[in-house]
Nanobody
Framework: QVQLVESGGGSVQAGGSLRLSCAAS????????MGWFRQAPGKEREGVAN???????SYADSVKGRFTISKDNAKNTLYLQMSSLKPEDTAMYYC?????????????????????WGLGTQVTVSS
């Protein structure tokens, strides 16, 4: 049974940093595409970043240069390092897994391409 558990969310002032973690279990972690999504109240869920089994990554334009996705295969853990945070980054952040190669995260359809989801961790950025 696939399980994804996010942690590391919290409240931070604009310009600050946070690191999100996603602990994965129940499947062959290394062969999956892993992604981060976010959803603000009243808005659609949007892709933030993903990382493929070969380490290749893609990012939404809104976070390029500020967020970095990485993973530790030995720990079955996915990370999202967020820097230079802005109030518009405020959202629930979700970890997701796709049992296939990654496609670009910067597509509206991306949120339909992941089979497994965590429950999310809240990030709040104040101005």
């Amino acid at each position: 049974q696939v399980q994804l558990v996010e942690s590391g969310g919290g409240s931070v002032q604009a310009g600050g940093s946070l690191r999100l973690s996603c602990a994965a279990s129940g499947y062959t972690y290394r062969s999956y595409c892993m992604g981060w999504f976010r959803q603000a109240p009243g808005k659609e869920r949007e892709g933030v970043a993903n990382i493929d089994s070969d380490g290749s990554t893609s990012y939404a334009d809104s976070v390029k240069g500020r967020f970095t996705i990485s993973k530790d295969n030995a720990k079955n853990t996915l990370y999202l390092q967020m820097s230079s945070l802005k109030p518009e980054d405020t959202a629930m952040y979700y970890c997701a897994a796709r049992p296939a190669s990654c496609l670009s995260i910067a597509r509206r359809a991306a949120r339909y391409e992941y089979n497994y989801w965590g429950l999310g961790t809240q990030v709040t950025v104040s101005s």
